[in-house]
């Protein structure tokens, strides 16, 4: 079996296993397993991108208390934050760590988010926003914007490694062009690639936080005893 075939059969699999996971947006009413929308709004889109900038360095846990607490404020758009004081924002952000270089960083992306007029951004327009990475960058593009870009995250190199699909110094790019490529030979229609990006990265997660979050990393694990290289 090639490996692009392993990685395939990988998310059937997972998907088989532990079913859709419909990440994004969350705020209103948790996630929608299994409904996939390519019209979010403008509001559902910037949760996406609050959510992906104040999930940097963090659990999603403390995301969802941090995003909590904006909703309580009704301070979820761009106009509510900005009409919030610096030192508010950073209270009502603080269980997400890092809250002051976070408060920053969300500015930054308003200002940016708002000068698209509801045009969708490139990757690379992203990258030059202060504080939005490669992952953070995928991570809008993918579920606020319905974009093809596979997220790369700390537990898809975990279970890449672990599984002998990529040595310890593999790139995000050599990651992600690994996903994509393994991915895009099976599924041809861009929104049915999209729901499989979608859910592929929300499932490695899932499974994860169950045999990747402590050492010694994937005992136990499904794939690892099928799939391994």
């Not at 610096?86 to 976070?102: A, D, M, R, T």
């Not at 992203?126 to 870009?149: C, M, T």
């Not at 994509?180 to 690639?193: A, H, I, P, R, W």
Request: with cysteine; glycine share 6%; proline share 3%.
């Amino acid at each position: 079996m090639s490996k692009e075939l392993k990685i395939y059969e990988m998310y059937k699999l997972l998907y088989k296993t532990y079913g859709p996971q419909g990440w994004w947006p969350f705020v209103e009413s948790g996630y929608d397993k299994g409904n996939y929308r390519f019209n979010k709004t403008s509001d559902e889109i910037f949760e996406v991108a609050l959510g992906s900038i104040l999930g940097q360095n963090t659990t999603f846990t403390s995301v969802v208390k941090a995003l909590a607490n904006l909703k309580t404020l009704d301070a979820l758009s761009p106009v509510a934050i900005k009409k919030l004081d610096i030192e508010s924002l950073k209270l009502v952000i603080k269980p997400s760590g890092y809250f002051n270089q976070k408060a920053r960083y969300i500015l930054e992306f308003i200002s940016f988010y708002e000068s698209l007029d509801s045009r969708v951004p490139s990757r690379d327009e992203l990258l030059r926003v202060l504080g939005i990475g490669q992952e953070s960058a995928d991570s809008i593009l993918l579920y606020g914007y319905s974009k093809s870009e596979f997220k790369i995250d700390a537990y898809t190199k975990r279970v890449l490694l672990e599984l002998g699909f990529i040595n310890k110094k593999a790139k995000y790019k050599d990651m992600k062009e690994l996903m994509q490529k393994s991915v895009t030979e099976f599924v041809k229609d861009e929104e049915e690639l999209v729901k499989v990006y979608q859910e592929y990265h929300a499932l490695i997660v899932c499974h994860s936080k169950e045999f990747y979050s402590k050492k010694p990393y994937g005992v136990g694990c499904i794939l690892k005893e099928r799939f391994a290289c």
